[in-house]
């Protein structure tokens, strides 16, 4: 079968059972409306990945077969380099680092959560 969505999304569906979402927002507390945020942005990861292993899908089944993959290859970037943020703060960052932040860019990202 071809693709009928971005590649990303088969990915997200099938890593975000195990996000370790918070109850709160790691900057202010609230505790409503919250987003679960990559330091790693998933998109850039994975399009990273199959460039450097020159792998080119084109149909439903090869993201399929290749996400487990991806994912076991991946557990620091989607599991542990994330946070817990509220929407409001979520969309502030991006405000600062885009909306699609370039993977060079985690540490600095992470820095600006810890100091706000
Ligand atoms: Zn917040
Ligand atoms: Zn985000």
Redo the contacts with the bound molecule.
């Keep these: 079968m071809t693709l009928k969505r971005d590649l990303v999304k088969y990915v997200r569906d099938k890593a975000k059972s195990k996000y370790k979402k918070g109850t709160e927002c790691y900057i202010c507390g609230a505790t409503e409306k919250l987003?679960f945020?990559?330091f790693n942005g998933l998109t850039e990861l994975l399009e990273f990945w199959l460039r450097k292993k020159k792998i080119q899908v084109t149909e439903e089944e090869g993201i399929l077969r290749l996400r487990k993959q991806f994912i076991a290859e991946h557990t620091t970037e989607l599991y542990d380099e994330a946070v817990t943020l509220c929407h409001e703060h979520?969309l502030r960052?991006?405000s600062i680092y885009g909306k699609r932040p370039k993977l060079i860019t985690a540490k600095k990202q992470q820095r600006w959560v810890e100091i706000q």
């Design positions: 987003d945020h990559h979520h960052l991006h």
